[in-house]
């Protein structure tokens, strides 16, 4: 399978930046499309941000402008800087992606376990 491993959460204040970072690895694998969604206490799961395979993008109405997810498809790597946070967005950070196995030929999805990002007023 394809482990998703997230990092860069924290405590910030509101206004305040922090740049979030997800890593793939496994054994022989093709990404598609990457996202980042994130779920706060007693809410649903949000998706935050999208990006297919050749960098197009798509972003929650609720941070257009603030946020930018970009990744490196060399280092299966993506990232999510975030910018002028604001207390709304406090919530757990997951990144996924979709994509093939090599070695078996099937297609896979998978998750990561999650990353805190708080942003105090």
């Known amino acids: 399978q394809v482990r998703l491993v997230e990092a860069g959460g924290g405590l910030v204040q509101a206004g305040g930046s922090l740049r979030l970072s997800c890593v793939a690895s496994?054994?022989?694998?093709?990404?598609?499309?990457m996202a980042w969604s994130r779920q706060a206490p007693g809410k649903q799961r949000e998706l935050v941000a999208r990006?297919?395979?050749?960098?197009?993008?798509e972003y929650a109405d609720s941070v257009k402008g603030r946020f930018t997810v970009s990744r490196d498809n060399a280092k299966n790597m993506m990232y999510l800087q975030m910018n002028s946070l604001k207390p709304e967005d406090t919530a757990v950070y997951s990144c996924?992606?979709?994509?093939?196995?090599?070695?078996?030929?099937?297609?896979?999805?998978?998750w990561g376990q999650g990353t805190q990002v708080t942003v105090s007023s």
């Open positions: 996924n992606a979709d994509g093939v196995l090599l070695t078996m030929s099937r297609t896979f999805q998978s």
């Open positions: 496994g054994d022989r694998f093709h990404i598609n499309d």
């Open positions: 990006i297919t395979r050749g960098g197009i993008t």
